[in-house]
């Protein structure tokens, strides 16, 4: 029985051991991101890219700072806002995944109210939305294996002249 014990033992060890590879391996294989272009550094963040009910959510002011736009935080009323500065600016707060946006041109008013896929989250003072936020400032979104990949979109026109 003691011989039993120690291979129970023995096998339990190991599977420990396995069980703890696997969770290094899988944060090896952490969500890249990728902006216009860049990948962005996100070694600074309290914790990496995640999935939250199917959905990826990623680092809101990362993502926004390097697509060009303005983030600000209000610490006394919650207020998370982003601004691209000429077409529109949307209004977040976490634990909800209503977006408020503010149309900024003349000819068409872009202001509406959004339901992301998502909640807004904060931790450890960071805001991470889902990606598919961006897409509401007119820029394609794509997950390509663990690569998200956010860039403006460039829309073509087909004229012909004649």
Do not use: C
């Amino acid at each position: 029985r003691s011989n039993m014990k120690k291979r129970i033992s023995i096998i339990l060890a190991a599977a420990v051991v396995l069980m703890s590879a696997a969770a290094v391996f899988a944060e090896d294989t952490a969500y890249t991101l990728t902006v216009n272009g860049t990948e962005i550094d996100l070694s600074d963040l309290p914790r990496a890219i995640y999935e939250s009910d199917g959905h990826i959510m990623i680092p809101l002011r990362k993502t926004a700072e390097a697509l060009g736009y303005r983030v600000e935080w209000d610490a006394e009323t919650g207020n998370i806002t982003v601004d691209d500065d000429y077409i529109q600016g949307a209004l977040l707060h976490s634990g909800t995944a209503k977006a408020v946006f503010t149309g900024h041109l003349k000819v068409i008013d872009m202001s509406r109210e959004v339901e992301n896929s998502a909640e807004t989250v904060i931790y450890d003072g960071y805001t991470f939305v889902p990606a598919e936020f961006f897409e509401e400032f007119f820029n394609d979104v794509a997950v390509d294996g663990m690569n998200i990949s956010v860039s403006p979109s460039m829309a073509e026109l087909d004229v012909t002249v004649e």
